[in-house]
């Protein structure tokens, strides 16, 4: 169908008297009289509709004695639905790469917010404390090897040490008991796994309680303007073992600033 064809079947369908033309004539053909009675025009004016439909070739008129009926000649509109129907594949083709690349798009972001879950969780999993001792590194390091100066500062407030056996080497184990103020006591045992002097020590803790909840813990000593800057990195997960332990360092590195003031 050459494209002056084409333009003539589209601008005659343009207009919905012509439209509503071509519906009644799907159903057999009719008269001008006919054709005109559904609508609020003069038979004239449904003539030059009709005149439009005829040189779109989408419509024919024969002559019967005084009668010339209309019918519909679906030629035309066959090539239209073929030309749009071309464009009808492109766009479902382009609705379909539409909608797989929404998907992908939705993937990602759920891998994308499962990262930042994990990312978040383990930050939250993390306890982070930062403190400096207005002290040699050296000296602050020394305080955590021996269990001589342990019993005078390890543990939340007014907790006392009366049980400290520690082998302070890579692999040694150590075993305490903290002594809450109501006389409760709290044993811990662990293994330390690294110990570089007076750079950081890694070890593990677990309440006898709790067997099979370990934490982690790690303490780096780096020095500041002089004096010594003391982070302390712990695993956390919800459990007596880990319950309060912001607060209980908190208190335990007051108490060894107060030790170290007199050392």
């Excluded at 003069?42 to 019918?71: F, M, N, T, Y």
């Excluded at 990602?108 to 939250?124: F, P, V, W």
Aim: proline share 5%.
């Amino acid at each position: 169908m050459s494209p002056d064809r084409l333009s003539a079947t589209f601008a005659a369908l343009s207009d919905p008297t012509r439209r509503a033309i071509l519906a009644r004539l799907a159903a057999g053909e009719a008269s001008v009289t006919e054709l005109a009675a559904p609508f609020a025009m003069s038979l004239p004016a449904i003539s030059k509709h009709l005149k439009v439909l005829e040189r779109a070739g989408l419509i024919a008129r024969g002559r019967e004695a005084q009668w010339r009926p209309c019918r519909l000649e679906a030629g035309p509109l066959k090539d239209a639905a073929d030309w749009l129907e071309h464009y009808r594949r492109f766009w479902e083709q382009s609705f379909d790469r539409l909608e797989d690349y929404l998907g992908e798009l939705k993937k990602r972001r759920r891998n994308m917010a499962a990262r930042n879950s994990a990312a978040t969780e383990s930050a939250e999993r993390e306890l982070v404390i930062t403190r400096v001792f207005d002290a040699p590194r050296s000296l602050v390091f020394e305080a955590w090897t021996k269990p001589e100066h342990l019993v005078h500062w390890w543990g939340p407030k007014d907790f006392t040490l009366p049980f400290c056996k520690m082998e302070f080497r890579p692999g040694g184990a150590y075993r305490f008991c903290m002594r809450s103020p109501a006389g409760r006591d709290y044993w811990v045992r662990g293994v330390y796994r690294e110990i570089v002097e007076p750079e950081r020590i890694v070890w593990t803790g677990a309440l006898d309680d709790e067997p099979g909840r370990e934490t982690v813990m790690t303490v780096t000593f780096a020095e500041h303007e002089g004096k010594t800057k003391l982070t302390v990195h712990q695993t956390f997960f919800d459990s007596d073992t880990t319950r309060g332990a912001q607060q209980g360092w908190t208190e335990s590195l007051d108490r060894l600033a107060d030790y170290l003031a007199t050392a």
